[in-house]
């Protein structure tokens, strides 16, 4: 089974702080993303990584950057966090094109 | 991308059948539509996926008509472990890259 972790189930955190979310993926998947999920609005793609070291923005990439040094993980980092940036996080990997993906279990961030 | 329109929420009872209809009229022709089931605190989980007529497997059907132009779900007997957030969507190897998840459809199994 692949399986797709994230570092934290919960954080909490302070305005301003740098926050960083780690997900490991292992089963040597191409792709990784990045979602955060909002009451009544779904989930929204913040990045994407198609191959180490290469990232693009997906829908809401404003106030997060990301990091792929490595093909099995991909990092999530709010720079300076904002009460704006409480949500869950999910990240999921694929091995490509529109096939299945394969979530994590989340990170539950609040920022006071 | 195709945009997609599903039912907000729907209720069942334990037992019957569950069919979710997502509509999706302007689908391309080399789009592929995928159901995602999501409980509470987890990460959305593939359900199905399917170009035309009919697919099934071991948890649900999908039923696509031949204009492609909607879908419906279908989750055989439910249970009340089947409460969940319903997610259809659509989109072809190019666009794999940069799936919509909508709102999805929010089923309530009732006892």
């Known amino acids: 089974d692949v399986k797709v972790t994230q570092s934290s189930r919960y954080l909490v955190k302070r305005t301003g702080e740098k926050v960083f979310l780690e997900c490991v993926q292992d089963?040597?998947?191409?792709?990784m993303f990045w979602y955060r999920q909002d009451p009544g609005l779904g989930l929204r793609l913040i990045y994407f990584s198609y191959d180490v070291k290469m990232k693009e923005k997906g829908d809401i990439p404003e106030g997060y950057s990301v990091s792929r040094e490595k093909k099995e993980r991909f990092s999530l980092i709010l720079e300076s966090a904002s009460t704006n940036q409480t949500s869950m996080y999910l990240c999921?990997?694929?091995?490509?094109?529109?096939?299945?993906?394969?979530f994590g279990p989340g990170t539950r961030l609040t920022v006071l | 991308l195709a945009k997609t329109t599903q039912p907000i929420s729907m209720d069942s009872y334990e037992g019957q059948e569950v069919n979710i209809t997502c509509s999706h009229n302007?689908?391309?022709?080399?789009?592929?539509i995928t159901w995602y089931q999501q409980f509470p605190s987890q990460g959305p989980r593939f359900i199905i996926q399917?170009?035309?007529t009919k697919v099934t497997n071991e948890v649900a059907s999908l039923f696509i008509p031949a204009d492609r132009k909607s879908s419906t779900l279908s989750l055989p007997r439910v249970s009340l472990s089947d409460t969940a957030v319903y997610y259809c969507?659509?989109?072809?190897?190019?666009?794999?890259?940069?799936?919509?998840f909508g709102g999805g459809t929010r089923v309530l199994v009732k006892p």
């Open positions: 399917g170009y035309k």
């Open positions: 089963m040597d998947h191409e792709n």
């Open positions: 969507l659509v989109g072809d190897e190019a666009a794999g890259n940069k799936l919509t």
């Open positions: 302007n689908i391309a022709t080399n789009d592929y």
């Open positions: 999921a990997s694929t091995p490509g094109g529109f096939s299945e993906q394969f």
